[in-house]
């Protein structure tokens, strides 16, 4: 059974990455990689390869199975891998948390996509794991990324001091969380409306 989640006035849709979409990653990873070099960690050479990718994929399958983290892949209507949208360190227990982090092909940005896809996590992420917040964090001059945020109602709550070494140097980032409330009360967003189909 595969879970997707539509939102076909953005025109997009997610579901978990699986094996058969390792050569759309590798091919997603190399487009994006000069882009986004000034904000993700530095990779390895061998981390742009299919070997690589594929391992990526099993391990996110993985850590799915044992709640830990859950990958999905952002495709247009056509099919095509546009984009990547993970919850990674899940907390149980006394926390219900999880941390989100994304990106999408640089080709395809200011199109609605990269929000539509997050407003279908953080529904996927409070109605269906029961998570009580949802954190990301940025670099302070990441603006594209700090947008984004702001329009799915997440709201700034403070500097992380060298959280993430970034081009092998430690740099502080901008924390942002939503919570389930804030989420469940937010006006509604007719361009928003999604379907969903598991």
């Known amino acids: 059974m595969t879970l997707t989640f539509y939102d076909t006035i953005a025109?997009?849709?997610?579901r978990p990455l699986q094996m058969d979409d390792s050569h759309s990653l590798l091919?997603?990873?190399?487009?994006?990689r000069s882009v986004y070099a000034a904000f993700e960690p530095r990779q390895y050479v061998s981390f742009y390869t299919l070997h690589e990718q594929q391992q990526l994929i099993v391990r996110r399958i993985h850590e799915a199975e044992q709640d830990r983290a859950y990958m999905f892949g952002i495709f247009n209507l056509n099919g095509k891998l546009i984009g990547q949208i993970t919850l990674s360190n899940v907390v149980r227990g006394v926390g219900q948390f999880a941390d989100v982090g994304y990106f999408i092909d640089p080709n395809e940005k200011n199109k609605?996509?990269?929000t539509a896809a997050l407003h279908l996590m953080l529904k996927y992420g409070f109605q269906s794991l029961g998570l009580h917040r949802i954190q990301a964090a940025i670099l302070l001059n990441n603006q594209s990324s700090r947008r984004v945020l702001e329009k799915t109602g997440f709201q700034p709550e403070g500097i992380s001091r060298q959280l993430i070494k970034i081009d092998d140097q430690w740099q502080d980032?901008?924390?942002?969380?939503?919570?389930?409330?804030e989420y469940t009360?937010?006006?509604?967003?007719?361009?928003?409306k999604s379907s969903t189909t598991i």
């Open 27 to 32: 091919d997603l990873r190399i487009r994006i």
């Open 173 to 181: 980032h901008q924390t942002f969380a939503i919570l389930v409330h």
């Open 112 to 114: 609605g996509y990269m």
């Open 11 to 14: 025109g997009i849709y997610i």
């Open 185 to 192: 009360t937010q006006p509604i967003v007719l361009r928003k």
